[in-house]
């Protein structure tokens, strides 16, 4: 679907911008004086006889009450019993409605932002290969895929770690290492939040558990890299010999070939594991050893990207990678891995390189094409530019880099103006889910991505002070902006048509019947076959175990949720989706305070422009 700019002319911020809210607006406003002099109306004789003439007092013998005329005493008898009369009129009622329960109508419930990023965090934990620690967790896994990538020949370790993609036992190192890249961008801008809730550390450990397997998967030693290790284990479609789709087995059962796939080319691969392991530097500075192991990868899996002779989409023609995890296109990781790179080493050239007018022009980055603003996994432009925007911000480099950034700013605007309803940009359920991947399977994962970015930008806004953007001329105040991020997250954990949640085991209704090999199949120590397994992905009861924190697929576009285990769209969750869900949940959670960590990110650059030399020294004859 192509879009048309509906907001028309140039999205500006204007940081002068002021809002004033009613209370101090009325604090603010002059008393009327004259709407305190005494107002001339026309009175009527009587009014006229109450203000100008005194009332003569006489003693009456009777009283008036309407209809009939009667004595002091007798008015007094009739008044005595009128009270009496209101009194047990409406004494019991009173009594009953303040002693009997109330009934009234529930609040709509709290989210828990920050319990549901503690779960969610565990879901990575479920999804590890190797090896596992002792510390992991989990209680029904246990060390898998120990023989994987055993004839690579780049270390003795082979290909054995890492993390299982989704409900199957591929390792798919595409989305991997976007994964890593999200989970250490999330890190980085909301330490404070991590530590304030106890999940610092499990952090970065899930993180390096994904950044040591991917300095594995390509000759991290070598002055030059000329291949790179994929994927591990797949399927082709249709396939009716053992492998990681046909068979249902827990990792730890595992007994069918896993076939390693290698590429000599693949930008788009290159770019993402470069930002990844750039992204990761930066959180792992207090290790200066391993963070500075981690740029060296970076930088040489980038110029293994700019290769002139290796530009072709690392799945292309392989069926066991483009029916899965097929790339659309490498420029937007040039870009990302370029932003990235820059953050952590300061150099440059590579603010240059992303911020080329050509990048954005291949990558069609400035084209009002409604699906490049969805972040995703294939796609790290809406993502890139607001990285890019974040250095317009807070730094301001200006020439030569102004002129893309602020196109890029302007577009990170259109991009969160895309994602508000009354634009009608996109598609909306009637349960109020933006339909980001318009209509298709899975959906929740690009709702969560989008949710972070907003909730990011909202943050990057408030810490410049700024309070809105603009929508054409249209202002939109940043609280419309972040209630379009809680709506979508309070979605995903239950505020929705099928009142579940979506994350399993936060709340008490969520998926019981998960696409999920490990967690479908119980530990009662009995082996079962490739084809022995059937029985329990076939099954109608609930998983034996419940993979805590895993984002399934989600409902479809009419709000409805199937939860069978068969139907891997609805129930199947994945590594880069759970990686979008931590994210934006960090950014939701008030633990450990409000806002971002402005300068961390910036620890590594140099000044922009050269330092003030010191001043003469004064002159002595």
């Not at 797949?234 to 009716?240: A, E, H, M, N, T």
């Not at 607001?386 to 991009?415: A, C």
């Not at 994962?445 to 309070?467: E, R, W």
């Not at 984002?551 to 139907?567: A, E, K, L, S």
């Amino acid at each position: 679907m192509h879009s048309a700019n509906h907001w028309g002319g140039s999205f500006e911020i204007y940081s002068g911008a002021e809002s004033t809210t009613d209370d101090e607006k009325s604090r603010n406003i002059e008393w009327d004086k004259a709407a305190l002099q005494p107002q001339h109306h026309h009175l009527d004789e009587t009014q006229q006889s109450w203000l100008l003439y005194p009332e003569e007092i006489k003693k009456k013998k009777y009283v008036d009450l309407g209809c009939v005329s009667c004595s002091h005493k007798a008015a007094w008898k009739w008044t005595l019993f009128a009270f009496v009369f209101q009194l047990l009129l409406i004494a019991p009622p009173t009594i009953l409605a303040k002693t009997l329960p109330q009934h009234e109508s529930k609040p709509p419930p709290a989210y828990n932002y920050t319990l549901a990023l503690q779960k969610a965090l565990l879901f990575f934990n479920a999804q590890k290969s190797g090896k596992l620690p002792k510390n992991n967790g989990i209680p029904w896994r246990g060390d898998s895929g120990l023989q994987d990538g055993n004839d690579t020949g780049f270390s003795k370790e082979g290909l054995v770690g890492g993390y299982y993609d989704a409900g199957d036992n591929a390792k798919f190192h595409f989305p991997m290492a976007f994964s890593m890249t999200m989970l250490s961008w999330s890190v980085i801008e909301y330490r404070q939040k991590y530590e304030a809730i106890g999940e610092y550390q499990h952090t970065r450990d899930l993180i390096r558990w994904g950044t040591d397997y991917l300095l594995l998967t390509f000759n991290s030693s070598a002055r030059k890299i000329d291949i790179i290790y994929c994927q591990v284990g797949g399927s082709l479609i249709g396939s009716r010999v053992p492998d990681d789709h046909y068979c249902w087995q827990r990792p730890e059962d595992m007994d069918y070939p896993r076939p390693v796939q290698v590429v000599n080319s693949g930008p788009d691969l290159a770019g993402e594991m470069a930002a990844a392991l750039a992204a990761a530097s930066i959180v792992f500075r207090d290790n200066k050893a391993y963070s500075e192991k981690l740029v060296r990868g970076a930088a040489k899996l980038y110029a293994f990207a700019r290769d002139f002779s290796r530009r072709r989409a690392y799945s292309s023609g392989n069926d066991y990678i483009a029916t899965f995890y097929n790339s659309s296109g490498y420029y937007d990781e040039y870009i990302w891995g370029a932003t990235w790179l820059y953050y952590a080493t300061g150099n440059i050239s590579y603010l240059e390189l992303a911020t080329q007018p050509g990048f954005a022009k291949h990558s069609k980055a400035l084209s009002r094409v409604s699906y490049l603003s969805v972040p995703s996994w294939d796609n790290k432009l809406p993502a890139a530019m607001l990285l890019l925007t974040r250095s317009r911000l807070f730094l301001t480099p200006g020439y030569p880099y102004e002129e893309m950034l602020r196109v890029y700013h302007e577009k990170t605007e259109l991009n969160m103006c895309s994602y508000l309803q009354q634009f009608n940009e996109f598609n909306w359920t009637k349960g109020g889910m933006i339909k980001l991947n318009q209509g298709r399977p899975q959906p929740l994962q690009y709702v969560a991505n989008a949710a972070f970015l907003a909730s990011l930008y909202v943050d990057y806004l408030n810490a410049t002070g700024v309070p809105g953007l603009f929508c054409g001329p249209r202002f939109i105040p940043l609280d419309l902006l972040r209630s379009f991020a809680t709506s979508q997250i309070n979605y995903i954990l239950g505020d929705n048509p099928m009142k579940m949640s979506y994350v399993v085991g936060y709340g008490t209704k969520f998926p019981r019947h998960v696409h999920h090999r490990g967690a479908s199949t119980p530990t009662d120590k009995t082996r079962y076959s490739c084809t022995g397994g059937w029985k329990w992905r076939d099954s109608s009861k609930p998983n034996p175990h419940n993979i805590t924190g895993a984002m399934v697929g989600g409902p479809d576009g009419f709000d409805q949720f199937h939860d069978v285990r068969t139907n891997y769209n609805f129930t199947e969750p994945t590594l880069a989706g759970n990686a979008g869900l931590v994210a934006a949940l960090a950014s939701l959670t008030s633990s450990g305070g409000i806002g971002i960590d402005k300068n961390s990110i910036f620890a590594a650059l140099p000044p922009l422009y050269p330092p003030t030399p010191p001043p003469l020294p004064a002159w002595k004859p």
